[in-house]
């Protein structure tokens, strides 16, 4: 060989989709290509190995080994200088998009260096035809990659009507394990204690967000951290959120059920792309059997009518009346200034002073004069007036009710009347036998049950006001600070104030005059068995608002409260009205 005459340095780049690939496994691969530099007298001087990398969604300049040597296709130019051509086995372990290879053509000419193919003649960009056949082997290539993804997509769709767990993350308390059949989804053991936690407090009352902030104090560990635990990562310190944890216990993965979500498509059926390149997908879907129920690939973690009670009581929430626990005052987002309507705020008192409730006006620098309120002196006012239009009423709980349907048990004792009428007058059972009137005794008596069920009135499932022996009184005093504002908020409760002074009731002008809405009243209503003042006010409470009746005014300085019509028409009514 003529010393002056330099052998070309060759690159060999090996690619892998799936390491149990055997046909073009990466030692086959690496074969081909020695040989074929071995064949034309070409120095090895390196082997770009990627495994586990598809060609469909990553570019030659985005795969980990490959990206080292020929760079990113922009500012990093890898190791260029130190190979001549690049070496594959076939076009598809090098691309299998047509703009892909649009790239790496652009590339190789920017660098003067070549792309050939160790099985495939034809692909050799140094020559003219080459270069035009690589483009239609590429457009061929893309294709099949195409076919591959339907493929893969039809076998995704008919391992999960199978019930099988086929891979990505799994669904919210489940994890997978591997079975003789293949992969399952299991209860979480770390996981599903805390649903169980959660479900038992939210059916009592309890805030999302005061549960999450509980979690979160606790120490408790989410889900997401638990899998980069098992899988030996460590982990982001996630931390409980209240809108995911209210998504995930609504979702029907709680039944065990498959879900799916399909990928949104545009006008022409082509897949909708993020800004960064990824599809988008739309919400999540049951997936259904031929029969048309769902496809239960898991046991549940929550029976379905538990699971009806929780979705039930979530979706009766609002969730954004519930306070942080920084709120510490009764009416914070309760109260409201009477004159421009902003919102108070608790100011600390210092020196010794109590602390007030002001209008946020006066931080606006707008003042609207309104004085500030004692805390206490409008706490307290509120909570009399509530305990005595209310406090003597039996508190009503809010419980689920399962509901009655005979329909199984009807269709079941349908077909055991069909199965032992059937065999009158046959074999054993013919007419003055003893096993004939033991039958017809059985058929008797399930055709009774059969009258009476198929006579009984289904009732369907729901929420029920069910008393509970306590008064609202006594509810309430048990109640925290931050218990009675999330009671309020939840309930719509708005009070307002205005502290100005009145010149001709200069006396009633030193105390408050607050506003209650009657609407707002007559909800908190529903949850009690109205007796004493409210009682005494009407003896069919919710009928205040048919006969025109719009709001309260309760006047602290006389203790009187005022029933305001919808004409204007005012009438009063001692606070302490005794019952009748």
């Known amino acids: 060989m003529d010393p002056q005459h330099k052998p070309t ?121 080459g270069a035009l056949i690589a483009q239609l082997v590429a457009s061929f290539a893309e ?23 086929v891979g990505g993350s799994p669904p919210f308390g489940y994890m997978p394990e591997e079975t003789p059949d293949g992969w399952r989804l299991v209860h979480d053991p770390d996981v599903v204690p805390i649903i169980l936690e959660v479900v038992d407090r939210v059916l009592e009352g309890e805030p999302l967000r005061r549960i999450t902030d509980d979690l979160n104090a606790r120490g408790a560990t989410t889900a997401r951290d638990l899998v980069k635990q098992r899988k030996g990562k460590e982990t982001e310190g996630h931390k409980w959120h209240s809108n995911v944890l209210k998504r995930r216990l609504m979702s029907p993965a709680m039944l065990g059920y498959a879900l799916r979500r399909e990928p949104l498509t545009d006008s022409k059926g082509k897949p909708k792309l993020s800004a960064k390149g990824a599809k988008l997908y739309g919400p999540e879907e049951i997936v259904r059997g031929p029969d048309g129920l769902p496809v239960q690939r898991a046991e549940p973690i929550l029976p379905k009518p538990l699971f009806d ?19 510490n005052s009764m009416l914070l987002r309760v109260l409201y200034c009477g004159v421009c309507g902003q919102p108070v705020y608790r100011a600390k008192g ?69 199965d032992r009428t059937g065999l009158i007058g046959v074999g054993a ?59 309020l908020r939840n309930m719509g409760v708005r009070v307002t104030y205005d502290k100005r002074p009145v010149p001709e009731q200069v006396s009633a002008g030193e105390k408050p005059r ?8 007559r909800k908190m209503a529903e949850q009690v068995a109205v007796t004493g003042t409210i009682g005494t006010l009407t003896r069919n409470y919710t009928r205040l608002g048919e006969i025109g009746i719009t709001h309260v005014d309760i006047d602290a300085g006389s203790g009187k409260a005022v029933f305001v019509t919808k004409s204007g028409e005012r009438f009063e009514l001692p606070l302490n009205i005794p019952e009748e």
């Open 143 to 165: 294709m099949e990659l195409e076919g591959i993804s339907q493929r893969a997509t039809s076998a995704h769709r008919h391992n999960v009507q199978l019930g099988k767990f």
């Open 429 to 487: 059972y013919k007419a003055g036998t003893p096993q004939r009137a033991t039958l017809d005794t059985l058929i008797e008596a399930d055709a009774k049950l059969y009258e009476r069920l198929k006579a009984a009135t289904p009732r369907p499932a729901g929420w029920t006001w069910e008393p509970t022996g306590e008064t609202f009184a006594e509810w309430w005093a048990a109640l925290d600070t931050g218990a009675r504002n999330v009671y």
């Open 9 to 129: 340095r060759a690159l060999i780049v090996i690619r892998l989709s799936r390491l149990t690939d055997e046909t073009t496994s990466p030692e086959r691969q690496l074969e081909a290509c020695e040989r074929f530099c071995a064949a034309r007298g070409w120095e090895v001087v390196g082997v770009a190995e990627d495994l586990d990398v598809s060609a469909g969604t990553t570019s030659p300049f985005e795969r980990p080994s490959l990206s080292q040597w020929i760079g990113d296709g922009k500012d990093n130019p890898g190791r260029i200088g130190e190979f001549d051509t690049v070496v594959f086995y076939r076009v598809d372990r090098l691309v299998r998009r047509v703009r892909h290879l649009h790239d790496v053509i652009a590339w190789s000419e920017r660098f003067d260096v070549n792309m050939v193919s160790a099985t495939e003649s034809h692909f050799d960009l140094s020559t003219t035809i």
């Open 514 to 521: 607050v506003h209650l809405e009657l609407g707002e009243v």
């Open 350 to 418: 210092q020196g010794g002073r109590s602390d007030r409730y002001r209008c946020r006006s006066i931080q606006d620098g707008a003042n609207c004069g309104n004085p500030s309120v004692l805390t206490y002196e409008l706490d307290d006012l509120v909570e009399e007036s509530i305990l005595v239009l209310m406090g003597d009423s039996e508190r009503l709980a809010h419980v689920w009710n399962p509901g009655e349907d005979n329909a199984s048990e009807l269709a079941e004792v349908e077909a055991r009347l069909a």
């Open 309 to 327: 009670r929780v979705v039930a009581e979530l979706e009766a929430r609002e969730l954004q009346k519930e306070p942080t626990k920084r709120i």
